[in-house]
């Protein structure tokens, strides 16, 4: 069975399996924007030639799918997708047979799953590294490249402002701000929060995100503020019960009105609910550049995994 110790490269303890952000330190963390800037600018050339990379995919992806399937076949790897009508997990194979099988055909395992605890059982059973591409509980790598674009786009000190729900994608920004020493502030509805246990993780690290009840208030002054959708996959039969308590968190131009803020999207966008057209279309709106580097921060990813 696969070891989740943490295993030293030459430059940081780096851990085995990347299931969510927290299992980084601000140092492995760092290495990996800096080893995603250097790709971006063409001065890194380390490969993966020769491995293989599975895509065991349960749910849709645009850009996950493909940024991982490009970058792993830029750095000279084979990308192998298994979508849910291809392979037998979730058609009676249990996890834990197709962890065991897979292990022995690829170096390494990315996965959308719909239920986290299948990922974890997954990388337990795995003897390659498991990388988390989504699930019910968090999108670390969506984490990755949200923290390069604001490195990117904003200096030193910045403050962040989430509005909206508080799901997978807000739960690895919550522990990754805290990682990265971003300033973060949430705005969300009653009931709708981001976890208890991703808010004690942050505090631990030092970055416990500050809770406003007014997304007026929580926009005021930020560098960026960023929303996903209020109906995340696998919630659809949720949205007549979730939709009314999201009244007054649209990121719409009357909300933005007094800030100069950049707007943050991990996309796909459910435009004219969570965010409006208008907004996401602007000039402030930077979802290509975060999209953009979902590949870099994954190229980097990969390479600290295998060790190159
Ligand atoms: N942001 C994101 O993960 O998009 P996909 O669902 O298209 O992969
Ligand atoms: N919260 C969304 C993110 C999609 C990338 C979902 O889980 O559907």
């Given at each position: 069975?696969?070891?989740?110790?943490?295993?030293?490269?030459?430059?940081?303890?780096?851990?085995?399996?990347?299931?969510?952000?927290?299992?980084?330190?601000?140092?492995?963390?760092?290495?990996?924007?800096?080893?995603?800037?250097?790709?971006?600018?063409?001065?890194?050339?380390?490969?993966?030639?020769?491995?293989?990379?599975?895509?065991?995919?349960?749910?849709?992806?645009?850009?996950?799918?493909?940024?991982?399937?490009?970058?792993?076949?830029?750095?000279?790897?084979?990308?192998?997708?298994?979508?849910?009508?291809?392979?037998?997990?979730?058609?009676?194979?249990?996890?834990?047979?197709?962890?065991?099988?897979?292990?022995?055909?690829?170096?390494?395992?990315?996965?959308?799953?719909?239920?986290?605890?299948?990922?974890?059982?997954?990388?337990?059973?795995?003897?390659?590294?498991?990388?988390?591409?989504?699930?019910?509980?968090?999108?670390?790598?969506?984490?990755?490249?949200?923290?390069?674009?604001?490195?990117?786009?904003?200096?030193?000190?910045?403050?962040?402002?989430?509005?909206?729900?508080?799901?997978?994608?807000?739960?690895?920004?919550?522990?990754?701000?805290?990682?990265?020493?971003?300033?973060?502030?949430?705005?969300?509805?009653?009931?709708?929060?981001?976890?208890?246990?991703?808010?004690?993780?942050?505090?631990?690290?030092?970055?416990?995100?500050?809770?406003?009840?007014?997304?007026?208030?929580?926009?005021?002054?930020?560098?960026?503020?960023?929303?996903?959708?209020?109906?995340?996959?696998?919630?659809?039969?949720?949205?007549?019960?979730?939709?009314?308590?999201?009244?007054?968190?649209q990121v719409n131009e009357e909300l933005l009105a007094d800030t100069d803020a950049a707007v943050m999207h991990c996309l796909p966008a459910n435009r004219g609910e969570e965010v409006t057209d208008a907004v996401l279309e602007g000039d402030r709106s930077v979802v290509w550049?975060?999209?953009?580097?979902?590949?870099?921060?994954?190229?980097?990813?990969?390479?600290?995994?295998?060790?190159?």
């Amino acid at each position: 069975m696969h070891e989740t110790a943490m295993h030293e490269t030459a430059h940081t303890e780096f851990p085995s399996d990347f299931l969510t952000i927290e299992s980084l330190t601000p140092a492995g963390l760092r290495r990996i924007l800096d080893r995603a800037g250097a790709l971006k600018a063409g001065d890194e050339d380390a490969r993966l030639t020769d491995m293989t990379v599975g895509l065991l995919f349960e749910k849709p992806s645009t850009r996950t799918r493909t940024s991982f399937e490009a970058g792993v076949t830029q750095l000279g790897a084979h990308p192998t997708f298994l979508g849910p009508d291809e392979i037998h997990l979730g058609h009676g194979e249990p996890v834990k047979d197709t962890a065991r099988a897979l292990s022995q055909y690829v170096d390494l395992l990315v996965a959308r799953l719909n239920d986290h605890d299948d990922l974890v059982e997954l990388a337990n059973y795995a003897d390659v590294p498991v990388v988390n591409a989504l699930t019910d509980q968090a999108h670390p790598c969506q984490a990755l490249a949200d923290l390069l674009t604001l490195r990117e786009i904003t200096d030193d000190d910045t403050t962040v402002t989430w509005v909206g729900d508080g799901n997978n994608v807000a739960r690895s920004l919550v522990v990754g701000c805290a990682l990265a020493g971003v300033d973060l502030r949430l705005a969300t509805p009653p009931g709708y929060g981001v976890d208890d246990d991703a808010l004690a993780t942050a505090a631990d690290l030092g970055g416990a995100p500050t809770l406003f009840d007014s997304p007026t208030a929580a926009v005021e002054g930020a560098e960026a503020v960023y929303t996903d959708v209020w109906i995340s996959m696998g919630e659809a039969n949720q949205r007549a019960e979730k939709l009314p308590a999201f009244e007054g968190y649209q990121v719409n131009e009357e909300l933005l009105a007094d800030t100069d803020a950049a707007v943050m999207h991990c996309l796909p966008a459910n435009r004219g609910e969570e965010v409006t057209d208008a907004v996401l279309e602007g000039d402030r709106s930077v979802v290509w550049q975060q999209a953009g580097n979902r590949m870099p921060t994954q190229q980097a990813l990969l390479l600290e995994l295998l060790g190159r």
